[in-house]
């Protein structure tokens, strides 16, 4: 029986999780994107805490773009936000979607806004 979208994509998620790791010098750009949002955070894997966030949900990220956009924009202030935090090197993780759509777009507006990966 096939497996179902989700089931599929948490296989791929372990998958990649075991061979990425952020530190405190390089945090792991983590993505989770649903049917209307994007976020995406800044994790230190070694003590386990989120160092930055953003989302579509936040003041400044206009709604009335098309989601590509709104996620082009997320990665860009998610680069701000790390750049103020002194975070410049991130390994990305993609979470088992594919690096495409929303999930590029955001990766393109964080290496724009300064974030090297």
């Not at 750009?29 to 994007?38: D, H």
């Not at 009335?64 to 002194?86: D, H």
């Not at 975070?87 to 724009?112: C, N, P, Q, S, W």
């Amino acid at each position: 029986m096939a497996k179902s979208k989700a089931e599929r994509r948490e296989r791929i998620r372990r998958g990649i999780r075991k061979k990425i790791h952020g530190t405190a010098e390089r945090p792991r750009l983590c993505v989770f994107r649903s049917n209307k949002e994007i976020y995406c955070q800044f994790v230190d894997d070694d003590r386990g805490v989120t160092l930055a966030a953003a989302s579509s949900r936040d003041k400044g990220i206009d709604k009335s773009l098309t989601p590509i956009e709104q996620a082009f924009q997320v990665g860009k202030l998610a680069a701000e936000r790390a750049l103020q935090k002194g975070i410049t090197k991130v390994v990305f993780d993609r979470a088992g979607y594919l690096y495409h759509g929303r999930v590029k777009a955001l990766a393109e507006g964080a290496r724009e806004g300064g974030l090297d990966f």
